[in-house]
């Protein structure tokens, strides 16, 4: 079933654009897209927001496993199983709230989301249209309905296979449509034209 409020889509090249409609959300400016940038890269968190006090360390609540959002996957990530709960709580509490802090800096890294801030933030960005090429691959952004099962380098293809010359260094075998290619080296060869393209796009291929 097609979620109607977040809709994901290949871009042609790397990565995804997910939208999200009908939200509250839908109206805010520039400052508040970056704030939630910084929520969901796990950016700027602070041992307050985790139930750390920094003067009062004793009446501190740290995150438990059944915690929803980032509590909970701070908790996973922190403690690892629930048995290690106790010890890993009195090992923070012992080593203090600048301690905590710099754990939370570096668990940035392994729990946040990786996106890219710029375009959550930019309001005037114009987004590549459905259905067009990337220039950078020849392959096309589509709507992804089952991000498990997608495989940009079959789903995203749509290119024909009409046999084209081209001349290519290629060091490594791809993949395309669930054909290899190369690795080839200075060569003069024929391959489909949807191969070609991605190899033109890349660089590494040149029209005969």
Known sequence: MINKILRSFFLGNEGFHIYVSKSEYDDVGSKERA????YIMFRGS???TFGFR???MNKSSLPKFEDDGWGGRLAKHLYGTKSNRPKILQEVLSGGYTLFQKRLENFRDSIGIKIDPNVTQDIHRIFRLPGSINSKSGLTKIFVEDLKKFDP????CFIDDEEVEVVTNCPIEFSLKKKKFGPFNNEQ???PKFAAVYMMCKGI???V
């Open 46 to 48: 602070i041992p307050e």
């Open 205 to 207: 291929a040149s029209s």
């Open 35 to 38: 704030e939630i940038a910084d």
């Open 54 to 56: 920094k003067f009062n």
């Open 153 to 156: 380098y079959v789903d995203a």
């Open 189 to 191: 060869v024929s391959v």
